[in-house]
């Protein structure tokens, strides 16, 4: 085994399935698997120098401004090297007063998980943790709380789309000490922002799920501990060309959301019958393109999930491009090297191994996706998970502490958090689910049962603290869906995602009902916020990305335009007059 290896246990053997791909916007052609690549085109761009990987000389022209930013400093070295606690020490006059400073706060201090709130809330900061498998404890949570606690109105935290926590508030003088608390409860926000690995994602119903496939949870932490090096910073994978997701998929249910991921696990026995799992690469979403991902044709065993992460990504930190921000995903490599090219290249960086082709895929396809809102039975005999509603993923210091204390009262002092932005409180022994389920914080804010529309609700951030907004999205979320609720009954949960503008945080890709933020004309001809509408994504083994179907749409006439497509589309009914009174 190599020095990243781990051995896991092969969980019981079930009925097979297949991945599905597609593309929502047209590729460049990938070259045919015969078609040569020029040897040249594969020398490595970077190089190691002192600890840190930089851009080699030859290959500086043309590059992006951040890139440039990266090769004046590396933005690690604020962490490694003690650069944040002289920053944090500096007034904002004194940072402004020079561009090498003025970087610092608003590209590299991402590299820790810190992004400069700039446009909306000059001089404060969002932080972004990293929760591998979007487990978390009482403590975790009390100690977040009383982050934001301390800064009033500007203080919230928010469930993201990568099952995790950001919290909005921050000060940079406070920074070093928010870091070592942090430290202390074990949690990170390194290489969280930027051209780094994002939250590593798995089943929120890992290790508790009488269908699961196979825990997520023990994979997740090992690829955040090699991510990070053990939260203490790993420069060897902190310069890539732009942001790369990482799942993996431990249930039939697709929670984790694979095909919309740069590197997916998806789990599969070999000819052997030994597990493993087989590899999507590629999947993404951007301003100007969005692609789902595509088979590598490999399988690894479970003992090779870090060295075959270490592979894609240095081939990904090695070749891929890095002018045009839109066009440096690592889907763009795959498609100039083509997909045979790109998997030999991994395979070249596997110390010697061979990848298998895929394997026999564990997941099942013909599988009804699940609710995991409400209570539920655990696979452990006597205990129930409760799933509830966290409305567009937004949460206050108090709401925190309450859960935090629900989750030692009523469970084991953990919580889960979902990519649909709600939360899991595992581990309930029976004899206790009546008295949670009265507890104040979720009969009157955060319910187990919410309506169908709302319960899967997402939102990202939007205009009111994000600078790359062009809308106001969670309030408007939610007003615009009571509203319609009010109009039409539906009789199944229809997803209807919000994003603020087309870097689509929110996914609206992925949605029944997708809302992209746009500038648009209302019927005077004055411009006016609003939205372009997507229709049409699905999730799970038939995964497909929605398409565009109404540009421009005012916000304020919004209402009438997604009653009316409930009911074309999705079988909803208007309500009689009587019914709205009530």
Known sequence: MSSFSVRFLAPPCCPTSRSKTLLCASPTAAPAASEAVEASRLEPRVEERDGFWVLKEEYRGGISPQEKVKLEKDPMKLFMEGGIEDLAKMSLEEIESSKHTKDDIDVRLKWLGLFHRRKHHYGRFMMRLKLPNGVTTSSQTRYLASVIRKYGKDGCADVTTRQNWQIRGVVLPDVPEI???????GLTSLQSGMDNVRNSVGNPLAGIDPDEIVDTRPYNNLLSQFITANSLGNPAMSNLPRKWNVCVVGSHDLFEHPHINDLAYMPANNKDGRFGFNLLVGGFFSAKRCAEAIPLDAWVSADDVIPVCKAVLEAY???????????????WLIDEL?????????????????????????????????????????KQEGLSYVGIHIPVGRIQADEMDELALLADEYGSGELRLTVEQNIIIPNVDNSKLEALLQEPLLKHKFSPEPSLLMKTLVACTGNQFCGQAIIETKARALKVTEEVERQVAVTRPVRMHWTGCPNTCGQVQVADIGFMGCMA??????????VDIFLGGRIGSDSHLAELYKKGVPCKNLVPVVADILVKHFGAVQRNREEVED
């Open 317 to 331: 930190r090695d070749l891929g491009f890095r002018g045009n921000r839109q066009k440096t995903r690592m889907m």
């Open 338 to 378: 083509g997909i045979e090219v790109f998997r030999s290249e991994v395979e070249k960086r596997m110390a010697g191994k061979q990848l298998e082709r895929a394997q026999e895929d564990l997941v099942k396809k013909q599988w009804e996706r699940r609710d995991y809102l409400g209570v539920h039975p655990q």
């Open 521 to 530: 004309r209302d019927e005077n001809g004055k411009a006016t916020e609003g």
């Open 179 to 185: 870091l070592k608390g942090l430290a202390e409860v």
